[in-house]
T-cell receptor, first 112, second 110 residues
């Protein structure tokens, strides 16, 4: 069974640009969550999608948005990038029982 | 509003000794708790979990303890090995969302 796949692994963008990150969950998983990891801040929850609907949303500005497709793949978009958006962005998928979140390897975004 | 807290950013332990990582939470509605291990440039990987109806769960060298009255969770690693050096995150579930702590960086000294 393939794991959670995130693309790209690394990304460098300049301030003001926008970026789209992609996440393919484990086959059969319908819940996809996104997290931002920065030093000292742990894993900050961005949002969670289930069956193409956003079920939960963290405390991030509207520049951060996401969507989920019918095949459960998800994308996260950040517009008008700021230097502080530099972080590791992690995607996790969960199955029906939701007893574990399976993480991808993350996308390392650097904003210069 | 950090509902799950790991107050020790780092911990160093000698190889062979016990590592104890701690986690506190504020929401009494959390029903499931997990520990994840993370190496640099990789995503977190699941280590061990415990339901809120239990107070202990053991898996090999790893044991998780839950003290609901104190809203406290701990992970014991015995014996500690150099390969255990990583960042450890505790997490708690409420509904369909997981809440993560800020992580504790464990260094096991050979």
């Amino acid at each position: 069974k393939a794991g959670v796949t995130q693309t790209p692994r690394y990304l460098i963008k300049t301030r003001g640009q926008q970026v789209t990150l992609s996440c393919s969950p484990i086959s059969g998983h319908r819940s996809v969550s996104w997290y931002q990891q920065t030093p000292g801040q742990g894993l900050q929850f961005l949002f969670e999608y289930f069956s193409e609907t956003q079920r939960n949303k963290g405390n991030f500005p509207g520049r951060f948005s996401g969507r989920q497709f019918s095949n459960s793949r998800s994308e996260m978009n950040v517009s008008t990038l700021e230097l502080g958006d530099s972080a590791l962005y992690l995607c996790a998928s969960s199955g029906v029982l939701n007893t574990e979140a399976f993480f991808g390897q993350g996308t390392r975004l650097t904003v210069v | 509003d950090q509902q799950v807290k790991q107050n020790s950013p780092s911990l160093s332990v000698q190889e062979g000794r016990i590592s104890i990582l701690n986690c506190d939470y504020t929401n009494s509605m959390f029903d499931y708790f997990l520990w994840y291990k993370k190496y640099p440039a990789e995503g977190p990987t699941f280590l061990i979990s415990i339901s809120s109806i239990k107070d202990k769960n053991e898996d090999g060298r790893f044991t998780v303890f839950l003290n609901k009255s104190a809203k406290h969770l701990s992970l014991h690693i015995v014996p500690s090995q150099p390969g255990d050096s990583a960042v450890y995150f505790c997490a708690a579930r409420f509904g369909n969302q997981f809440y993560f702590g800020t992580g504790t960086s464990l260094t096991v000294i050979p």
